[in-house]
């Protein structure tokens, strides 16, 4: 979607979370008040991915002064742990998702659950040039809540995918499989207790932790989670200079150490001598080598790296150049509803890169790396590109793969998006086989062991982009792979 003449662009990984970010900029807010609505319609529309109980990230450039900055509002680990609240007792439960090619193990139950940053996340990105009062950009939100959103193909098959935690518990149950069965295409979720949780943020400036809402979370986590009042009330969203790097005629603002899917990106991009096929899979096994080695920069990286399989992601731009990318996740969800609020804490600590000794191995007191890279683009031009996606370990490819095309070859924003995409892993190749058949037989003998994608899947990531040109005109693209949906504002 494209415009000259426009008050701003929003992509989004949902139809209702990119238009909560439309209505705001038709209505006169700026990027970061559409960001932040587009964030909370997230956790109604998106409830698999997006989440009060999860975290993230965020890439904010402020058009009056140029400044960027990257606002880290990712889970953190208690600050103690709690071992009679370890396996069996009910703070940790095991159960099995299939995730189309294998089905895999996770842990959810209460002691799974990391500090949750998005409260704050939300409170330091309405500090860092919100124009709007949270009530006012919650308002959308809030009433999707109480009204029920209509369950789209690509939410009902996370639920599926993830039915063993949705279904997990009775408040669970009573949300997602209201008659027994699972909301199909078509259902409305109803879910007004988030409505109650926006109308505390906005009544206590983006925090909820001396009202009911976090009194609700201590009170799930009393008999065997691991947060007490001090994680709640000490946690803070930390502030972060990018990751700056130079790509063709642009700089890439990356986010920094100790995120993992920055130095990654930069790492693939530098290496990366053109966006033809072979050589971004080159690039790839460089990067994936140096990583399992630590060599260079990639040995910067805290050993404690997740792989969020709960993700989704907001790019803002507005007219007046300001700009924001937000990337959320909540784990998989640790399949406890806090009630009667509506939503699940993360499983961060469930992921079995934190606890690759057991659940009880995890660093106190410590913000957890992750591969989420929410990324500001700014050409010579004046031309500006907000980016990000989810996809656990493929962010750091997708991611790559979309800005070296945009930056090195200034590929149309669509054409970078939707281009056939690649995943290396060691020695193992993932492919989109839409390169044409010399590209496959290349890229298939380089990499004996191989599989073949037959159409775009969501493995791949989704990138969810917007971009302003130097004439002014806005364009969107949201990623086919994850029900992208992008909307320029007239």
Not at 269 to 295: P, Q
Not at 296 to 301: C, E, K, P, R, T
Not at 354 to 368: E, K, Q
Not at 474 to 488: E, K, N, T, Y
Request: aromatic share 6%; hydrophobic share 45%.
């Amino acid at each position: 979607m494209t415009s000259s003449r426009a008050r701003g662009v929003v992509a989004a990984g949902h139809p209702g979370t990119a238009e909560a970010g439309a209505a705001v900029l038709r209505s006169g807010g700026n990027a970061i008040d559409a960001a932040v609505a587009a964030m909370a319609m997230a956790c109604v529309c998106e409830p698999v991915l997006a989440s009060p109980g999860g975290g993230g990230f965020a890439m904010v450039r402020t058009a009056a002064t140029g400044e960027l900055s990257l606002i880290d509002f990712f889970p953190h680990t208690p600050k103690r742990r709690h071992h009679s609240r370890l396996n069996g007792d009910g703070g940790v439960r095991e159960i099995l998702t299939d995730f189309g090619t294998a089905l895999q193990a996770f842990l959810i139950g209460p002691a799974t659950t990391a500090t949750p940053g998005f409260a704050a996340g939300i409170a330091a990105l309405q500090r860092t040039g919100a124009s709007w009062s949270l009530a006012d950009i919650f308002e959308q939100a809030r009433a999707a809540a109480l009204a029920g959103v209509a369950v789209t193909e690509f939410q009902n098959r996370l639920f599926h995918v993830v039915a063993p935690i949705l279904t997990s518990t009775d408040s669970a149950r009573r949300l997602f499989a209201p008659t027994g069965a699972l909301l199909e295409p078509g259902d409305t979720l109803h879910n007004p207790g988030l409505a109650e949780v926006f109308d505390a943020l906005a009544a206590e400036d983006g925090s909820w932790i001396d009202g009911p809402v976090g009194k609700a979370v201590l009170d799930h986590q009393r008999d065997h989670g691991h947060l007490r009042d001090d994680d709640l009330t000490d946690y803070r969203a930390e502030i972060r200079e990018p990751l700056s790097i130079t790509a063709g005629d642009a700089t890439v603002h990356l986010n920094p150490l100790p995120a993992a899917g920055g130095v990654l990106i930069a790492h693939s991009l530098h290496h990366m001598a053109s966006t033809e096929a072979g050589d971004i899979a080159r690039a790839f096994r460089l990067t994936a080598g140096a990583r399992s080695e630590a060599k260079g920069d990639v040995a910067a990286l805290s050993p404690v790296t997740l792989r969020q399989k709960g993700t989704t992601h907001v790019s803002v731009i507005d007219a007046e150049g300001n700009a924001c990318a937000v990337t959320v996740s909540n784990g998989e969800g640790n399949g406890d509803l806090i009630e009667p609020y509506g939503f699940m804490l993360n499983n961060i600590l469930g992921e079995e890169d934190v606890n690759p000794a057991g659940t009880d191995a995890w660093p106190p007191d410590t913000r957890l790396s992750s591969m989420m890279c929410p990324t500001i683009i700014e050409h010579d031009d004046g031309s500006l590109v907000a980016l990000g996606s989810g996809g656990s370990n493929r962010i750091r490819t997708a991611m790559a793969q979309v800005i070296g095309r945009r930056c090195l070859d200034r590929a149309e924003l669509h054409e970078a998006v939707y281009a056939p995409r690649l995943h290396v892993e060691g020695e193992h190749l993932d492919f989109e086989d839409f390169f044409g058949p010399e590209v496959a037989a290349e890229l298939t003998d380089v990499f004996p062991d191989h599989l073949a994608w037959p159409e775009r899947n969501m493995f791949y990531g989704g990138v969810h982009a917007a971009a302003l040109n130097a004439d002014g005109g806005f364009v969107g693209a949201g990623d086919p792979r994850r029900a992208g949906h992008a909307i320029v504002v007239e």
